[in-house]
C-alpha cells in the first residue's frame, strides 16, 4: 500500500515538470498556427478563389437567356383587395370572363360563408368558366 501512494504522488511531479509544461504549449501553439493558416490564407483554398464572385443566379440567367420562351405580353392583374362582398367579386369576374382571357387565376381563400346569395352567385360564376383556376386552404373537418 505504501507503494502504490509513493507511485500516486510520483506522477503528478513528473507530469508538471516545467520542461514538459513548455513542450505541451509549443506544441498547442502549432497546432493553433497550422490552423489559422490553413482556414485562413487563400494560397491553399484554391477552390475558394476560382468561386469568387460566382453565383447560382449566373447560372439561372444564362439559361433564360439562352432559350427565351414564348411568353405573353397581354398579362392583365385585377386587384380586388376593394371588393369586401362576395357578390362584388363574382360580378368582377363576370365581367373578366365576358373579356374571354385564356386563363384567369383567382387567389382568394374564402374560409368560411358568409351570405347566402352572394356566396351562390359566386360558386355559379365559378362553375361555368372553365379556364379559371383557383387556389385553396385544406381545412381540418374537425
Do not use: C, W
Not at 507503494?3 to 511531479?13: A, E, G, S
Amino acid at each position: 500500500m505504501q507503494r502504490l501512494k509513493t507511485i500516486l504522488f510520483k506522477i503528478p511531479k513528473a507530469i508538471f515538470r516545467p520542461r514538459m509544461m513548455a513542450i505541451t504549449a509549443v506544441a498547442f501553439l502549432l497546432i493553433g498556427m497550422l490552423r489559422y493558416v490553413t482556414f485562413h490564407v487563400d494560397v491553399f483554398n484554391p477552390v475558394a478563389q476560382a468561386l469568387k464572385g460566382f453565383s447560382t443566379t449566373d447560372i439561372f440567367y444564362d439559361m433564360m437567356l439562352a432559350s427565351p420562351a414564348d411568353t405573353s405580353s397581354t398579362i392583365v392583374i385585377v386587384d380586388i383587395t376593394q371588393l369586401h362582398d362576395r357578390d362584388s367579386i363574382a360580378a368582377a369576374l363576370e365581367e373578366v370572363d365576358a373579356l374571354e382571357p385564356i386563363a384567369i387565376d383567382i387567389d382568394v381563400v374564402f374560409e368560411h360563408p358568409k351570405e347566402p346569395v352572394g356566396d351562390a352567385h359566386l360558386v355559379s360564376v365559378a362553375a361555368t368558366m372553365s379556364n379559371a383556376v383557383f387556389s385553396f386552404k385544406m381545412m381540418d373537418p374537425d
